[in-house]
T-cell receptor, first 116, second 115 residues
Framework: EAGVVQSPRYKIIEKKQPVAFWCNPISGHNTLYWYRQNLGQGPELLIRYENEEAVDDSQLPKDRFSAERLKGVDSTLKIQPAELGDSAVYLC??????????????FGPGTRLTVT | AQTVTQSQPEMSVQEAETVTLSCTYDTSENNYYLFWYKQPPSRQMILVIRQEAYKQQNATENRFSVNFQKAAKSFSLKISDSQLGDTAMYFCAFSARLANSKLTFGKGITLSVRP
């Protein structure tokens, strides 16, 4: 079974530029999560999808961040414009579904973003 | 709001020895889950072990076991017979047993296993 796929693995951009991250969850997983992990910290949830619906985006900075999960499969997280403080690892995770933590979350390898 | 505290930033252990990683948490919930996740240098985070708060018996997965002290809100991970592949960051995490709850992670601890 293929794991959660993310691309790119690394991205370096100048501040004020846009950037996008892509995630393909494990087949059959209805729930998809985007996390941000700052250096030396644990991951923090940005947004959670149940199929196509964003059911928890309370931690997503909506002025510059956006996300979509068309057709309830893969997802894209976008930042526009990027700021220096956005440098972090962006992790995608998926689970079989259901709210809360009933099902194990499987994480992708992450995208390391550096904003200069 | 829940908080998870991992006060030890780094630990080191000799191969084949036993090491214990500490974690405390704070919550007003009575039903919840606790987790230990491992994040190797390649960065793919994987679940090591999971404990349900209503279960008194401590969870065990092969060389990994936990010491869950609900009253003290403590959740430590013991790694027996440490192996070089155990070198990684370890995160303690909490989730309330509610429909829309989310994982709250600690800051993590870097574990190095010495040959």
């Amino acid at each position: 079974e293929a794991g959660v796929v993310q691309s790119p693995r690394y991205k370096i951009i100048e501040k004020k530029q846009p950037v996008a991250f892509w995630c393909n969850p494990i087949s059959g997983h209805n729930t998809l999560y985007w996390y941000r992990q700052n250096l030396g910290q644990g991951p923090e949830l940005l947004i959670r999808y149940e199929n196509e619906e964003a059911v928890d985006d309370s931690q997503l900075p909506k002025d510059r961040f956006s996300a979509e999960r068309l057709k309830g499969v893969d997802s894209t997280l976008k930042i526009q414009p990027a700021e220096l403080g956005d440098s972090a690892v962006y992790l995608c995770a998926s689970s079989k579904g259901g709210g809360g933590i009933k099902y194990e979350q499987y994480f992708g390898p992450g995208t390391r973003l550096t904003v200069t | 709001a829940q908080t998870v505290t991992q006060s030890q930033p780094e630990m080191s252990v000799q191969e084949a020895e036993t090491v214990t990683l500490s974690c405390t948490y704070d919550t007003s919930e009575n039903n919840y889950y606790l987790f230990w996740y491992k994040q190797p240098p390649s960065r793919q985070m994987i679940l090591v072990i999971r404990q349900e708060a209503y279960k008194q018996q401590n969870a065990t997965e092969n060389r990994f076991s936990v010491n869950f002290q609900k009253a003290a809100k403590s959740f430590s991970l013991k790694i027996s017979d440490s192996q070089l592949g155990d070198t990684a960051m370890y995160f303690c995490a909490f989730s309330a047993r509610l429909a829309n709850s989310k994982l709250t992670f600690g800051k993590g601890i870097t574990l190095s296993v010495r040959p």
